[in-house]
């Protein structure tokens, strides 16, 4: 009492109050009941939970993995937990590397390059019996956070959750039911403390503890009910749904590189059309909700896709998305980012054009813009910029058909997604499609077909009319007019010589700027 009575008087912030929440039963499901396909787990999961266990720890694949292998769906991910700590895992494996301070886990890599796979292990964690409270957040209390293993904002979100103890209250510390069970592949055994096996058959999302709480705890939690609802057809239980609208507003006190990574997983689920229908339910877009600064740019105010257009581009590409998912083919988040922000940048590229400045140039202000607008400053964002910018600048580039420029062009690493991008805008109308049918010719073609095409591109612009500029205006009168071209000659137009490194239509090299 007495040192709550001085931390009051010397401005400190108070511990936040104890958190508690169900232990639940231990109730282990054996395989005749759980069904679990054994060809369906990935050999390396199995891997590392095998040699954590002849090591001396327990170990169980665990989360959403053991949900999708309940539903008979193969798991795009397997993480791992473990009593083991991260010490402990990572000195067992040859490549393993300890990640994370809000939540400390170790990747288990195996193989390299675009085939390598990562096996996300974590240690069992505690439920709290006290949590310190900071006054921030990550950034700005990162003194404070410094040496703490479990701490929270004047929220009550969680800054750090590094506590280690036993499964039962590793499992009361999850957000679902359906995503607390625990697979043994060894013995074939499924441990469930919630009754996430029913849920799970009942397609039901159900919070472990007090919903309000847990949303406080960590807001993210509000979109990952969004993905689990539109990618599994699972519907909130009523009280998990209570509190959301009213915990919407702590989501702004969520890192911003956090909420985009979130938004990147929810649209390439292989259901992204269905995650915006949840998205807009939950009324996480439209309305002014402004949580996703990137589907403000491309929804209406009711949190729709426009009418026209605009809707239509993207909506054919999230359906092809979608399918690409839905096949086991990979997918493209600068591909996809590209096609939400792309009227923007277009509206602000027509802006700036209608200004006066020249076409290249124009359009690199137009997508400078549109980034620090709609992305701002978010770890990966030099990668994605410098994929999405190329993408964009080769839309002006294949409007030129002559020259070098377009054999250049052709040999691009990143043609395909630019073409696919051409194609994309061709097939909804908002350019013609016989563009996007000359390129495609042009790349498949022969020597000779390419040839033709270019002769054929040649004429046609060659037919197309001459531009007339507008007359000059007159001379006011009293002052001393210039001879007309009836009484002299008009003056030769001397050519301006465009200084290096200036960009225009028809540049040299109009590639993504350096970030």
């Not at 309305?287 to 009711?302: H, I, N, R, W």
């Not at 002052?479 to 071209?485: N, R, T």
Request: aromatic letters at 6%.
């Amino acid at each position: 009492m007495i040192k709550k009575f001085i931390d009051k008087l010397l401005g400190k912030p108070a511990a936040a109050p104890k958190k508690t929440s169900p232990l639940g039963k231990r109730v282990e499901v054996p395989a005749e009941v759980h069904g679990i396909n054994p060809d369906l787990l990935d050999e390396r999961a199995v891997k590392v939970v095998k040699t954590l266990t002849d090591a001396g720890f327990e170990a169980y694949i665990v989360g959403g993995a053991v949900r999708d292998l309940l539903l008979n769906m193969r798991p795009k991910d397997f993480d791992v937990a473990t009593n083991a700590t991260p010490e402990q895992v990572k000195g067992l494996f040859r490549r393993a590397f300890i990640i994370g301070r809000r939540f400390r886990i170790v990747h288990v890599v195996y193989g390299r390059g675009r085939e390598h796979e990562v096996i996300e292990v974590s240690t069992f964690r505690a439920l709290p019996t006290e949590s310190e409270a900071v006054a921030g957040n990550e950034k700005t209390a990162k003194a404070e956070l410094d040496g703490k293993h479990h701490a929270v904002d004047a929220s009550g979100r969680v800054l750090r959750d590094n506590v280690w103890g036993p499964q039962i209250e590793d499992a009361a510390r999850r957000d679902f039911t359906v995503n607390a069970m625990y697979y043994d592949p060894q013995r074939r055994l499924v441990v469930d403390y919630h009754g996430g096996l029913a849920d799970a058959k009942a397609k039901l999302l159900r919070m472990i503890g007090d919903p309000e709480t847990r949303y406080k705890e960590d807001p993210v939690r509000i979109v990952r009910a969004v993905r689990f609802a539109a990618k599994l057809g699972f519907e909130l239980e009523k009280k998990t749904l209570a509190p959301v609208a009213a915990c919407i507003p702590l989501l702004t006190n969520v890192p911003a590189s956090r909420l985009f990574d979130e938004m990147i997983k929810l649209l390439q689920t292989g259901h992204s059309l269905s995650s915006l229908v949840q998205l807009k339910k939950l009324g996480l877009v439209g309305q002014g909700g402004k949580v996703f600064a990137v589907l403000d740019a491309m929804l209406t105010e009711t949190g729709d896709l426009p009418q026209g257009v605009r809707g239509n581009f993207v909506r054919q590409a999230f359906e092809d998305t979608d399918r690409r998912v839905n096949e086991g083919r990979g997918v493209s988040p600068s591909f996809m980012l590209a096609c939400m922000l792309w009227h923007e940048v277009l509206d602000r590229w027509t802006k700036t054009r209608n200004a006066g400045e020249p076409p290249v140039p124009a359009l690199a202000q137009a997508i400078d813009a549109v980034f620090d607008a709609r992305i701002g400053d978010i770890s990966g964002r030099g990668k994605l910029a410098a994929d999405m910018r190329e993408i964009w600048m080769m839309q002006i580039r294949f409007e030129r058909r002559s020259g070098s420029g377009v054999f250049s062009l052709i040999e691009q690493p990143r043609y395909r997604a630019g073409f696919d991008f051409l194609r994309l805008r061709a097939d909804v109308g908002e350019i013609d499609p016989a563009l996007a049918d000359w390129w495609e010719d042009f790349a498949l073609g022969s020597d000779d077909d390419r040839q033709a095409l270019l002769a054929d591109a040649r004429a046609t612009q060659q037919k197309q009319p001459r531009v007339v500029r507008a007359p000059r205006p007159e001379t006011p009168a009293g002052e001393d007019a210039e001879p007309s071209a009836v009484d002299a000659p008009a003056k030769k137009r001397r050519r301006r010589r465009r200084k290096p490194g200036g960009g225009g239509e028809g540049a040299a090299a109009p590639a993504p700027a350096a970030e």
